[in-house]
């Protein structure tokens, strides 16, 4: 049950951004082709289809490596994850050219909120998947 | 290539690549995957948790503007 440790960390990381992934994309899908909705969405897809899953994965196996040393519950860990998506997808729009309607006006409670969110389902979910995969 | 050669090749190549003896696998893993989840019963969620998850909720109602922002992000 020992075998591979951090490529079952990974698999458990990916496992929530990639389901969110579906319901994601189709809603923007649904939303540009359906009603025209006028965003090029399009150009900033490859940041939640592609980074996103892969640092919750590489997150995931940060913990395994740090949890020994730092003793850092996995909800704290994964709240702290946001700090680093969020000027990263920031970056991105930024780089291509992108702007989500009032962005500046809800980025305080957008951060407080994914710190919660990315609390609770570390916390809850990402924790079960660990057990279930026989790392945590 | 001749047609010869081509057909040596392609003998070499069948014979080098071992074919899989056993293509499907010998039993079903699923309920030995759903053993494992009852063996990991869902943690109890704490009362501050669910107060966080209806402020969340509340969030998103205020700011319906933060859902799609929330998408991008997860």
Sequence with gaps: MNRHPYLRAYMAGIFVPTLVVLVGVAVFSIARYAYNFPAPIERVMIFPMAVVPNLWGLWNMLFLVSHSKTHLSIGWHGALLPLLLGPLGLLLMHALDFQIPQFLSILPVLGVVALAAYYLVWKYVVSFLNGVLGIA | ?74
């Design chain 2, 1 to 74: 290539m001749s047609d010869l050669n081509e057909k040596e090749m392609r003998e070499l190549l069948k014979r080098s690549v071992d074919p899989s003896e056993k293509p499907e696998l010998e039993r079903d893993l699923w309920p030995q995957m759903l053993q494992r989840i009852d063996r990991h019963p869902a943690t109890p969620v704490a009362w501050f948790d669910w107060a966080l998850a209806a402020l969340l909720g509340a969030a998103c109602l205020l700011f319906p503007g933060i859902i799609p922002a929330l998408l991008y992000h997860f």
